[in-house]
């Protein structure tokens, strides 16, 4: 079982960025996706996630309006489209799965991608 997220990468403030993450080695599809992110010395944070139907999402405060996640048609993909990039977006940032919806605890999630990491300069 194996997520795997790219896209990361360096970029202005106000820039854009698409994190992409692939899930293989089983069926994703009745399973819940997300994305925390992790900062020097913070703790993991959810920045988003989405149902295994599609149909409902989550966003952390700080990214609201500017972060969008969606899956695709197979549901073992999701994507975090990141707009209007702040400095302290800066973070490692990672995906992860789990049943039975979406929690904010990192511990509760069953499955991880290796980080990539976004790096927002002013």
């Known amino acids: 079982v194996q997520l795997q997220a790219s896209g990361g990468g360096l970029v202005q403030a106000g820039g854009s960025l698409r994190l992409f993450c692939e899930a293989s080695?089983?069926?994703?599809?009745?399973?819940?996706m997300g994305w925390f992110r992790q900062a020097p010395g913070k703790e993991r944070e959810l920045v988003a996630a989405?149902?295994?139907?599609?149909?409902?999402?989550f966003y952390a405060d700080s990214v609201k309006g500017r972060f969008t996640i969606s899956r695709g048609n197979a549901k073992n993909t999701v994507a975090l489209q990141m707009s209007s990039l702040k400095p302290e977006d800066t973070a490692v940032y990672y995906c992860?799965?789990?049943?039975?919806?979406?929690?904010?605890?990192?511990?509760?999630?069953?499955?991880w991608g290796k980080g990539t990491l976004v790096t927002v300069s002013s």
């Open positions: 080695g089983r069926t994703f599809s009745s399973y819940d």
């Open positions: 992860a799965a789990k049943t039975g919806g979406y929690s904010t605890i990192y511990q509760a999630w069953d499955y």
């Open positions: 989405i149902s295994w139907t599609g149909s409902s999402t």
